[in-house]
């Protein structure tokens, strides 16, 4: 099985790359669209600011190719925030997989969130084993709403989507390659799809 993990720029790929290595997993970083529609599984990260995201996809094509991929495509933290419509962030349009706003934490809470905090109401193969009220690590400013595609929630001043899906599109808020056991179990039930 080929795993890639999209090279784009904008992320601390080295640190998903090692957790996919823990798993036996020798995932190529790429930024190559033939290697990217040729791989069986597509990582989409990202770290940083929206819209210097949104342009560095927007300057190599991924921006109209991600959208077109049929295999599963998990998109981590910012990488998932770019799945969807539109982020307050520097007024950034998103790739449109997610049909979802995504808004910034008010002033009333500490920002970024920045931490250990608990999933729930967990509704995807990809949270095969692992127990509602978990813990994940999360480090963002930013949040996608509740939606119709919410497949897990965690509360940092109001109910969010810490992740979606939307086909074979799944996106998580917090970084399961640093969320301990319960991150490695996700990253092995993404490779099970």
């Given at each position: 099985?080929?795993?890639?993990i999209?090279?784009?720029?904008?992320?601390?790929?080295?640190?998903?790359?090692?957790?996919?290595?823990?798993?036996?997993?020798?995932?190529?970083?790429?930024?190559?669209?033939?290697?990217?529609?040729?791989?069986?599984?597509?990582?989409?990260?990202?770290?940083?600011?929206?819209?210097?995201?949104?342009?560095?996809?927007?300057?190599?094509?991924?921006?109209?190719?991600?959208?077109?991929?049929?295999?599963?495509?998990?998109?981590?933290?910012?990488?998932m925030?770019?799945?969807?419509?539109?982020?307050?962030?520097?007024?950034?349009?998103?790739?449109?997989?997610?049909?979802?706003?995504?808004?910034?934490?008010?002033?009333?809470?500490?920002?970024?969130?920045?931490?250990?905090?608990?999933?729930?109401?967990?509704?995807?193969?990809?949270?095969?084993?692992?127990?509602?009220?978990?813990?994940?690590?999360?480090v963002?400013?930013?949040?996608?709403?509740?939606?119709?595609?919410?497949?897990?929630?965690?509360?940092?001043?109001?109910?969010?989507?810490?992740?979606?899906?939307?086909?074979?599109?799944?996106?998580?808020?917090?970084?399961?390659?640093?969320?301990?056991?319960?991150g490695?179990?996700?990253?092995?039930?993404?490779?099970?799809?």
């Amino acid at each position: 099985m080929k795993t890639v993990i999209i090279n784009y720029g904008a992320g601390n790929i080295k640190s998903i790359q090692f957790a996919f290595k823990r798993l036996g997993v020798d995932a190529q970083l790429s930024k190559d669209p033939e290697a990217i529609e040729a791989a069986d599984k597509v990582i989409f990260p990202g770290v940083g600011e929206a819209s210097s995201a949104m342009h560095m996809l927007k300057q190599s094509g991924l921006d109209r190719l991600i959208p077109k991929l049929t295999q599963p495509v998990l998109g981590i933290c910012l990488g998932m925030q770019l799945m969807c419509n539109h982020s307050d962030e520097g007024q950034t349009n998103g790739l449109g997989i997610f049909d979802v706003e995504v808004k910034r934490f008010s002033k009333a809470v500490k920002v970024p969130q920045m931490g250990w905090n608990t999933i729930h109401n967990l509704k995807s193969n990809l949270f095969h084993n692992i127990n509602d009220a978990e813990f994940m690590y999360l480090v963002h400013s930013y949040y996608a709403e509740i939606c119709q595609e919410t497949i897990a929630t965690s509360h940092y001043e109001s109910e969010y989507s810490t992740a979606l899906k939307s086909d074979n599109f799944y996106g998580v808020q917090f970084h399961p390659e640093k969320s301990s056991l319960a991150g490695e179990r996700l990253l092995k039930n993404f490779l099970n799809l």
